[in-house]
């Protein structure tokens, strides 16, 4: 693969007083006749996280518009698992509903963070997401005992497919956690089996955070775009042929920094979409979305 980037699309810059900055884990929704959605996660003051949205057309899409000047969704109530923020993860429509899987969190005493996985649904007819519980969908367990983060969802059939960060143990510091890319799997994306299968494992003794998995199936094979980090993140590839193991193969991820500017430091949490027969990747750059985000071409498979 070869990515062409097209640029920054979008940085907040004090907007509101809940986007003061970032616009992190870009998800693309398309509303129509090229008419682009991208769901983000943004910071106020206190670096609190809430989800808010931009349009672009792909026809031009560095004019972006329809800047929501309210929070899809909000930190939680103080003392729920989402109090210090609610992170973007993906969108699922199924039933006329839509889906928002998310990451909740709280700030930690003995460890930094909490991750769980939240779910907010948007019924047809509504222009508001709803949480379905003050409750995570997805909270620690004897599979994941430590922190769950960042999921991906798919359906297929019947079956709800995801996957999503857990880390393998804890520590004092951000580069103690081991953190990697799990499976599970449910029935009515609420409930979910997990047993602890990795899919996509560490490759480096200096990497310590895999995270935020983008997953498509095409023909008989899965593929997964995903973080990867030990000094800094990059933009890792992986196949599957059953959608729970997957081989890493990120030297064909085709994206890297840039020699400067906003993502010449870093680059994480991909997202695809295609229109028009060309593919495309929204992703972060420097300083996990602190810098924006921005818009890069499928030039050569």
Request: contains cysteine; proline residues 4%.
């Amino acid at each position: 693969m070869i990515w062409k980037k097209l640029g920054r699309l979008f940085c907040p810059e004090n907007r509101f007083p809940w986007m003061v900055s970032h616009s992190a884990n870009p998800v693309a929704w398309h509303l129509g006749n090229g008419i682009f959605r991208v769901f983000f996660s943004c910071r106020d003051k206190d670096n609190r996280s809430s989800i808010g949205t931009v349009d672009f057309d792909i026809r031009d899409p560095h004019k972006t518009f329809n800047l929501s000047e309210t929070p899809v969704l909000e930190p939680g109530e103080i003392g729920t698992f989402d109090d210090s923020g609610s992170s973007m993860s993906c969108l699922v429509e199924a039933g006329g509903v839509t889906y928002l899987y998310y990451l909740g969190w709280n700030l930690g005493v003995t460890v930094p963070w909490r991750n769980s996985i939240g779910l907010a649904v948007k019924k047809k007819g509504s222009n508001h997401f709803q949480r379905i519980s003050q409750a995570p969908v997805a909270d620690r367990c004897d599979a994941d005992p430590y922190s769950v983060s960042y999921p991906w969802v798919i359906r297929e059939g019947g079956l709800w497919r995801m996957w999503y960060g857990s880390n393998l143990k804890w520590g004092a510091e951000q580069k103690d956690m081991a953190h990697l890319i799990k499976y599970a799997s449910s029935q009515d994306g609420q409930h979910w089996d997990r047993q602890g299968k990795i899919s996509v494992d560490f490759n480096a003794p200096d990497e310590y955070a895999l995270s935020k998995p983008f997953v498509l199936k095409e023909k008989d094979k899965y593929r997964m775009w995903y973080s990867h980090r030990g000094a800094a993140y990059r933009i890792g590839y992986a196949e599957s042929g059953d959608g729970i193991h997957f081989t890493r193969k990120d030297e064909m991820a085709g994206i890297g920094v840039s020699e400067s500017g906003w993502d010449s430091e870093s680059v994480e949490y991909p997202n695809l979409f295609d229109y028009g027969g060309s593919r495309y990747l929204l992703y972060n750059g420097n300083r996990y979305g602190l810098t924006g985000f921005g818009l890069a071409v499928l030039e050569k498979e």
